[in-house]
């Protein structure tokens, strides 16, 4: 094998598996991370216990690591990582990207202004985004339901009388307050949609998400503070009596668009030896994020050796995130995460199966390379 030096940006649950996996084939690994030891426990279900096994049969180097619970699995990670012989911590901010050098970048959506600007010279300046909306969420709503939406029908002076009512606020960032200060026409088309409900016309509505936590507001990001909000709300009949369970808020956050700056590989479509993995790339949740930082490790491992690259099956939980992320067109302001259209096609035994295979393969490949270079050295 080459010795190569694989630079990984982030050392997350994506950055940490991509640093884990490249040091069981070899490579030593210099990982720039700003460690925080605050541990998020992942929300085990279902979903997430059919994601696990597969992470499992594609040897996953974190998952290894972990029980069925996946407790304190960030810090396992982390302590791994510290003893990995063959990977060089480096804690604090990294200067500038090497454009020459074998790259992962998994810096999450915490990601700082300086960094930002260096991942902007790389996807491009209108292919990178700085904010993430998190949307109002209400409790105790009348809704109409329709093919598993919901929507709350307004009338059109109260459109008006919300525009009127954002014009007193200004903000630079996509959000209401910005659309209202651009004109009616805007915002209507960007939160108060018209739609055809039971052969029915309704010009104006706004559009929920039914969760666990609540109906989620949707297209309705701002950065007003909780008692605006609130006034807001009271414009309209359906929600002045509703229960606010969360009021919207705008979070600082990095992510790049799939479908305009990478390619199924996770590779950069401006510089070969760049990649991207994690929340960077609009994957929600934490085994999400481990099942891309898996497979960029796997390609940085095949271009750095000459070998072409790899996608993950079709038919797996792992291909259905990857294939998510390609199927939104320009930027969407949700993450991919393990939702019904990702997970019901997907046959758990035949998963396993294609991923098990998967792995052998390429590990097949990694050994006859390596035997192929030891032959030419004699």
Request: contains cysteine; proline residues 3%; aromatic residues 10%.
């Amino acid at each position: 094998m080459k010795s190569n030096i694989v630079n990984i940006i982030g050392g997350g649950y994506a950055g940490g598996e991509a640093a884990l996996t490249l040091s069981s084939y070899g490579v030593e690994v210099h990982l720039f991370d700003i460690y925080s030891p605050f541990e998020n426990q992942i929300a085990v279900n279902e979903n997430t216990k059919k994601l696990f096994r597969e992470l499992q049969a594609l040897g996953s180097a974190s998952c290894a690591l972990a029980d069925d619970n996946l407790v304190d699995l960030r810090l396992k990670i982390r302590e791994k990582l510290e003893k990995d012989a063959k990977i060089n911590i480096f804690n604090g901010k990294i200067g500038e990207i090497s454009l020459n050098e074998p790259t992962i970048i998994a810096t999450g959506s915490n990601t700082s202004d300086e960094f930002f600007s260096q991942i902007e010279n790389i996807v491009g300046k209108n292919r990178a985004y700085k904010w993430q909306p998190i949307f109002p969420v209400f409790g105790n709503l009348k809704l109409i339901k329709q093919n598993e939406q919901y929507f709350l029908p307004v009338k059109e002076e109260q459109v008006k009388e919300a525009q009127q009512f954002l014009k007193n606020f200004s903000c630079e960032e996509d959000c209401i307050e910005k659309w209202a200060a651009c004109g009616a026409q805007l915002l209507k088309a960007k939160a108060f949609k018209p739609a055809v409900i039971d052969g029915k016309i309704f010009p104006a509505c706004l559009k929920f998400k039914k969760t666990e936590e609540g109906f989620v507001l949707q297209n309705f990001q701002t950065k007003m503070p909780s008692e605006q909000q609130q006034k807001l709300f009271n414009i309209f009949d359906g929600l002045k009596e509703a229960q606010v369970i969360k009021f919207g808020d705008m979070q600082k956050c990095t992510f790049i668009s799939p479908a305009s700056c990478i390619n199924i590989h996770l590779q950069s479509q401006s510089y070969s030896n760049i990649f991207f993995a994690g929340r960077l790339i609009l994957v929600g949740g934490e085994l999400e994020a481990i099942a891309t930082g898996h497979l960029a490790a796997l390609n940085v491992l095949n271009m750095i050796e000459g070998r072409g690259l790899v996608k993950y099956p079709a038919g797996t939980i792992c291909g259905n995130i990857i294939a998510k992320l390609f199927s939104l067109q320009g930027f969407k302001q949700e993450q991919i995460d393990l939702n019904y259209d990702i997970i019901k096609d997907v046959n758990q035994s035949q998963a396993i199966n294609k991923l098990t295979k998967f792995k052998e393969e390429f590990n097949a490949r990694v050994s006859w390379h390596n035997h192929l270079c030891s032959q030419k050295r004699w």
